[in-house]
């Protein structure tokens, strides 16, 4: 089932937040990753990501460094910072406070 | 990879973003991203024409992107960008003024008269208003024209001119009888813009652009002691011719910073 947009493109800082919290990655990484555990219900348009990565890097709450990989290709590696580690945590709490307050009304009889 | 780097282009296109670092730094992620997804696509076994297809449509719009990329930028683009243009605005100031003042001294001893009557209080105050003006003027004329999509000259006049009038109000109160300087300058650059946009001859641009200043200067040197109508023509017509040149010198200025500056770093 499609997943309405507006409402992915509200949650892109989320994912993005949530999936560095465990490990730092590279934009491509962090859309597979998206993609695998949503059992790729997350399929947004891939472009898109790297705004949202620039706008997150640039309030503080990530950090990047460019490597090389095996494969000797370069890529920009993100992770999150002490601020971006809290962040993520409010935004965590915030959206499981959201989503029961939104399932409370859809799912009343 | 050409559909990867038409795609990495016209994002950057939209964006807007400042800085030839930073388009490289944007430019080289997004090619890191795009080469993933075509090896990965390789792997799959799709051919060229599928890849080229799946590239564009999982990469989502250029344009869409580079507004994205531009709304994160705004800040710094605009802060570069002031700097840039009060840097040009410093720089073209000092060279017409330069360039006027040392044809006036030049003329003055020429014709005998003392070099000081160019710094006259009056004579200084009413040329500096006029020479500040018409190149803050001129180039706000030229840059603001971008802001829009459709007559350009007669918004960016309306834009430019309201800022003038204010310009001129605040003067006027502060210092009384100083506002008209800045309103004969500013027409004076749009007299300059307007003939650019419109004329493509440049002899007779130039030939317009000398007749209005030697009008101007015959007009505002009314007053002044100059003994004799030919001392006065001779004193007033290499001034004007001086203007005019300067008019030549800020108008090619603008165009090697838009060609050089704006649109090699910040378009």
Redesign the interface.
């Known amino acids: 089932m499609d997943i309405d947009k507006e409402l992915l493109k509200g949650s892109v800082s989320l994912l993005i937040l949530r999936l560095l919290s465990q490990r730092e990655m590279?934009?491509?990484e962090i859309i597979r990753e998206a993609s695998r555990r949503s059992d790729r219900a997350f399929e947004?348009?891939?472009?898109?990501l790297?705004?949202?990565l620039?706008?997150l890097e640039?309030k503080g709450y990530l950090r990047s460094a460019w490597r090389t990989g095996e494969n000797g290709?370069?890529?920009?590696y993100y992770a999150l910072t002490a601020r971006g580690r809290k962040r993520a945590e409010s935004s965590r709490r915030g959206w499981a406070v959201f989503t029961r307050a939104i399932n409370a009304v859809l799912m009343e009889p | 990879m050409e559909a990867a780097e038409q795609l990495i282009e016209a994002t950057l296109e939209a964006s807007g973003l400042p800085g030839a670092s930073r388009r490289a730094e944007v430019a080289e992620e997004l090619r890191s991203h795009l080469e993933e997804l075509v090896s990965d696509a390789r792997r799959e076994g799709r051919s060229a024409d599928e890849i080229e297809r799946l590239m564009t449509s999982r990469f989502g719009s250029p344009f869409g992107i580079g507004q994205d990329f531009s709304r994160v930028y705004r800040l710094e683009r605009v802060v570069r960008r002031s700097l840039a243009f009060g840097l040009l605005g410093l720089v073209s100031l000092g060279a017409v003024s330069f360039f006027v003042y040392a044809i006036q001294c030049l003329v003055s001893l020429g014709l005998g008269l003392p070099p000081a009557l160019v710094f006259a209080p009056h004579h200084w105050r009413w040329e500096n208003e006029l020479l500040s003006g018409l190149t803050l003027g001129y180039l706000g004329l030229f840059f603001i024209e971008r802001l829009f999509e459709d007559r350009r000259f007669v918004k960016s006049v309306a834009l430019v001119g309201g800022l003038f009038v204010l310009a001129s109000l605040a003067s006027q109160a502060w210092w009384p009888g100083h506002g008209i300087g800045l309103a004969v300058a500013f027409f004076s650059a749009v007299l300059v813009r307007f003939l650019e946009v419109h004329c493509s001859r440049g002899a007779l641009r130039f030939a317009a652009i000398l007749l209005f200043f030697l009008v101007l200067g015959a007009i505002a040197h009314q007053g002044a002691t100059i003994p004799g109508a030919r001392v006065f023509w001779l004193f007033v017509g290499p001034i004007g011719l001086a203007v005019a040149l300067s008019c030549q010198i800020l108008t090619s200025m603008a165009a090697l910073f838009d060609r050089q500056i704006l649109k090699g770093k910040f378009a």
Not at chain 1, 44 to 48: H, I, N, R, S, V
Not at chain 1, 73 to 76: D, E, H, T
């Open positions: 590279y934009g491509y947004f348009k891939e472009g898109t790297y705004p949202a620039h706008l640039r290709r370069r890529r920009k």
